[in-house]
């Protein structure tokens, strides 16, 4: 009954902006971390950015520091990327995750594309 749905990607030319959504079901969303991945051509998944549960705390890879921020509105059970200065580097699937006790879930992916 977990779900997380993203969505948002796209194409967008190096230097553009793009905002990605990821919205949850079938948990108490306000409880739980949020994290996005994203998945590099070539490359293993690894962690973007992450929020706690109250939005207070967040987390990101040096590589997307200062460029990305992770944000959440719990009314709205969802939990976003925002993504500026986008670099044909950050070209990836990127996935939205929770976890909560013995189990993770993931979402479907949304792919970013970043070229001219």
């Known amino acids: 009954q977990v779900q997380l749905v993203e969505s948002g990607g796209g194409l967008v030319q190096p230097g553009g902006s793009l905002r990605l959504s990821c919205v949850a079901s079938?948990?108490?969303?306000?409880?739980?971390?949020m994290t996005w991945y994203r998945q590099c051509p070539g490359k293993q998944r690894e962690l973007v950015a992450g929020i706690s549960g109250g939005g207070r705390n967040t987390n990101y890879a040096d590589s997307v520091m200062g460029r990305f921020t992770i944000s959440r509105d719990n009314a709205k059970n969802t939990v976003y990327l925002q993504m500026n200065s986008l670099k044909p580097e950050d070209t990836a699937v990127y996935y939205c995750h929770v976890n909560v006790p013995h189990q993770e879930y993931w979402g479907q992916g949304t792919q970013v594309t970043v070229s001219s």
């Open positions: 079938g948990i108490i969303f306000r409880f739980y971390t």
